[in-house]
């Protein structure tokens, strides 16, 4: 890559510096024979040390249940590699951080073992004559999150360097809690072990490139801030669509229901980025605070057993890209009496200065038409007294897409003269693709949200009280649909755009999804 094409590409970590430097590391993962250890963590850490981007002391120790041995481990990481990286397994690479790569065996609810973790850390440290840091990634169910942090604290991990460069960190995975007593709960289990400083909560939402572009977008181009408000703006549209059903996930997914697998945290990040105030300065603080208060703006939902500003379905059988599919009800794992959503929409009304009277709709599902996660800003329409819709003149609503996944770019849609004798219209596109001006190499999301974490950079995570406001909008809802049971669950075609009863959130205001096609 040219270096003019990297100073484009990251003009806000220019003069940071913050992709260099991390301290000395030892890495913990807890749930390391689990699923995202090998399709996701190793695999990033792994690309962080291509790009030369590991500290120059790594050390990575899998800790789980299963009795594994540190070679079986090596071997089951060597397999992930080969299976997910997006780059090909580089043995001279790998092997520097494959030779300081152990497993640690026990239970986490067992002091002991954690005991004993502590004095492996401890005795690399000594054998390496220099303090280290210790990070500890918990990738595990989130029934056994508090035991873990219960003991990171008893066996005196948590505190090691405290208030020092070296400060032990600790990264947590979703589900951050199941409501917001929950989370409450959590947050209050953490912060008796940890400060808030140490504390890194995983969206990987905003690890993905697009999503930090917003920022870009809105406050390094001075066209976009004068008109991104309500003065400008009809509506804002966010899409969090996947094709892919709940496979093999099904037991789990049934406790959970849309909402709070990709609302409450990944689809929430993107309305707090692509609402909030631009921060003061691009310090992890200052950037949250933003975000929360934000989130905080947004008005409780109106909930009714029919109307109101939610819907929920689930997806019945259908076509994806043609081939036919189950519905939610036939796939693995789902009870005969669920009441679990796979796709939700929301209304949302943020009273704020910038956006009081825009309607923010969002929506997510499984087993959509495809895979599209985006974010439309539609413009208000011009006056109708020269161009006007009809047969002559075919006007759309000027419409900014950021398009998150998967062809990241951004698209304006406008309106042009066709080409002839006639004075006729219609609406073009204008369009910026990541991958024509970049190439299609990108990071993955999770590599940057481990560097970030072994830096010390806490921008892209969540902090405490961001996730309980989130989770204070969302809480009533779920209580609602509980109540309601099957009651108001729709139904929609695996393979279409979700529920027609989601027409009726937008129908008010004769707004109309964007099909994303
Ligand atoms: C996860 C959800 O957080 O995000 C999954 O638990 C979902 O259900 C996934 O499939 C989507 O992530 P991505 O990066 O593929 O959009």
Same mark, same amino acid.
């Given at each position: 890559m040219s270096p003019e094409i990297e100073e484009v590409r990251h003009p806000f970590l220019k003069g940071l510096s913050k992709h260099r430097g991390a301290p000395p590391t030892v890495a913990v993962i807890f749930g390391a024979s689990g699923d995202l250890t090998a399709r996701k963590l190793v695999p990033a850490i792994f690309n962080l040390g291509l790009d030369n981007l590991l500290p120059g002391e790594f050390h990575l120790i899998g800790f789980g249940r299963k009795p594994i041995t540190d070679e079986d481990f090596r071997e089951m990481m060597d397999g992930?590699?080969?299976?997910?990286?997006?780059?090909?397994?580089?043995?001279?690479?790998?092997?520097?951080?494959?030779?300081?790569?152990?497993?640690?065996?026990? #239970?986490?609810?067992?002091?002991?073992?954690?005991?004993?973790?502590?004095?492996?850390?401890?005795?690399?440290?000594?054998? $390496?004559?220099?303090?280290?840091?210790?990070?500890?990634?918990?990738?595990t169910p989130p029934a056994v999150f508090e035991p873990i942090i219960k003991n990171l604290g008893s066996s005196?991990?948590?505190?090691?360097?405290?208030?020092?460069?070296?400060?032990?960190?600790?990264?947590?995975e979703k589900p951050f809690g199941r409501n917001l007593d929950s989370a409450r709960e959590l947050n209050a289990v953490i912060n008796d072990v940890f400060e808030e400083p140490q504390v890194y909560r995983i969206d990987h939402y905003l690890g993905k490139e697009t999503v930090q572009d917003l920022l870009v977008q809105r406050f390094a181009n001075s066209i976009f801030e004068p008109i991104w408000n309500r003065e400008f703006v009809d509506c804002v549209q966010i899409t969090v669509a996947e094709s892919l059903g709940v496979g093999s996930r099904g037991g789990y997914y049934d406790t959970s229901g849309a909402l709070r697998d990709m609302i409450q945290n990944h689809t929430m990040q993107l309305v707090a980025l692509t609402a909030m105030e631009p921060p003061v300065s691009l310090d992890p603080e200052s950037i949250r605070d933003e975000k929360v208060k934000v989130i905080k703006a947004i008005q409780p939902l109106k909930l009714m057993a029919e109307g109101g500003?939610?819907?929920?379905?689930?997806?019945?059988?259908?076509?994806?890209?043609?081939?036919?599919?189950? #519905?939610?009800?036939?796939e693995a794992g789902i009870p005969a009496d669920s009441s679990t959503e796979t796709y939700a929409a929301m209304r949302l009304a943020i009273n704020n200065w910038r956006w009081q009277g825009v309607p923010f709709y969002i929506r997510s599902g499984k087993r959509m038409a495809r895979r599209?996660?985006?974010?439309?800003?539609?413009?208000?329409?011009?006056?109708?007294? $020269?161009?006007?819709?009809g047969d002559k003149f075919n006007v759309a609503a000027n419409t900014m897409v950021i398009s998150i996944q998967p062809d990241e770019g951004v698209t304006l849609v406008m309106n042009s003269k066709i080409p002839g004798l006639e004075t006729r219209t219609q609406p073009v596109k204008m369009h910026?693709?990541?991958?024509?001006?970049?190439?299609?190499?990108?990071?993955?999301?999770?590599?940057?949200?481990?560097?970030?974490?072994?830096?010390?950079d806490s921008t892209l995570f969540i902090r405490g009280d961001e996730t309980?406001?989130?989770?204070?909008?969302?809480?009533?809802?779920?209580?609602?649909?509980?109540?309601?049971?099957?009651?108001?669950?729709?139904?929609?075609?695996? #393979?279409?755009?979700?529920?027609?009863a989601s027409e009726r959130l937008l129908g008010e205001r004769q707004h109309h999804w964007r099909r994303s096609g």
């Open positions: 992930a590699i080969d299976e997910y990286s997006r780059r090909p397994l580089n043995k001279e690479i790998w092997e520097r951080v494959r030779q300081n790569m152990s497993y640690h065996a026990g #239970g986490y609810d067992e002091a002991a073992a954690f005991d004993s973790l502590a004095e492996k850390i401890n005795q690399i440290e000594k054998d $390496l004559g220099r303090d280290m840091q210790r990070m500890f990634y918990v990738s005196g991990m948590a505190k090691v360097h405290v208030h020092t460069k070296l400060a032990s960190k600790v990264v947590i500003d939610v819907v929920r379905a689930r997806y019945a059988k259908g076509l994806v890209k043609g081939e036919p599919v189950k #519905g939610y009800m036939e599209a996660s985006e974010i439309a800003i539609q413009f208000k329409r011009p006056p109708g007294i $020269l161009f006007s819709e910026f693709s990541y991958s024509t001006t970049f190439g299609s190499n990108t990071p993955e999301a999770y590599e940057r949200l481990i560097l970030d974490a072994m830096v010390g309980e406001a989130s989770w204070k909008l969302v809480t009533p809802v779920l209580k609602h649909w509980e109540e309601c049971g099957q009651y108001g669950l729709e139904e929609y075609a695996a #393979g279409s755009w979700g529920p027609v």
